[in-house]
């Protein structure tokens, strides 16, 4: 087992459904409709998504499926790897009830440099470098309100910050592992 890298784990988190669609598609190909049924989404942010996931190598459209209108689509094998994940990141949130719309941009990628061993707010920051500084801060607030990092004041002078994985967290680094 290994953890996805963190080029990955950006590319996962780039758009909210993207999750959402690999894991629909996992297992076998679908239709554009039964993807809008699973997922829940309007048409436009669906075709988006897809293209995007198209762009990045791990979705295709079926070459060889019917009528134009009504594509079919399908997983590439990098896209297969990443739809396991994908279902395990989905079955990981619903255990722990966090609706989609409560992950942020930056709640995975987080998980995943704290799994890393970065614990320092400036070391979070350098390690998310599209991430501004505000981005950061708000992450760490929202996974910190999810229970999925704790926070911990160290006595000093100055006093210092860490941020690590809690229980929760674990659980999300775990399923960001790939067999």
Do not use: C
Not at 28 to 35: D, M, P, S, T
Not at 88 to 101: C, F, G, H, M, W
Not at 114 to 136: D, M, N, Y
């Amino acid at each position: 087992m290994s953890i996805l890298s963190l080029s990955t784990v950006l590319a996962l988190s780039r758009y909210r459904w993207t999750i959402a669609i690999l894991a629909a598609l996992s297992g076998r190909g679908a239709r554009f409709v039964e993807i809008l049924n699973r997922v829940g989404l309007s048409r436009d942010s669906l075709s988006r998504a897809l293209e995007q996931l198209i762009d990045a190598g791990w979705v295709i459209r079926n070459p060889g499926h019917g009528h134009p209108l009504r594509p079919e689509y399908l997983l590439t094998e990098s896209g297969q790897a990443l739809a396991q994940v994908a279902s395990a990141i989905l079955k990981t949130q619903n255990r722990l009830e966090i609706p989609v719309k409560d992950m942020t941009r930056w709640t995975l990628p987080l998980v995943h440099v704290l799994a890393a061993g970065q614990t320092r707010f400036s070391g979070i920051e350098r390690a998310l470098p599209k991430a501004s500084p505000r981005a950061v801060s708000l992450s760490l607030k929202a996974t910190t309100a999810q229970r999925l990092v704790q926070r911990k004041v160290l006595d000093g002078f100055p006093p210092t910050t860490e941020y690590l994985l809690a229980k929760n967290g674990k659980y999300f680094a775990e399923a960001l592992e790939i067999a």
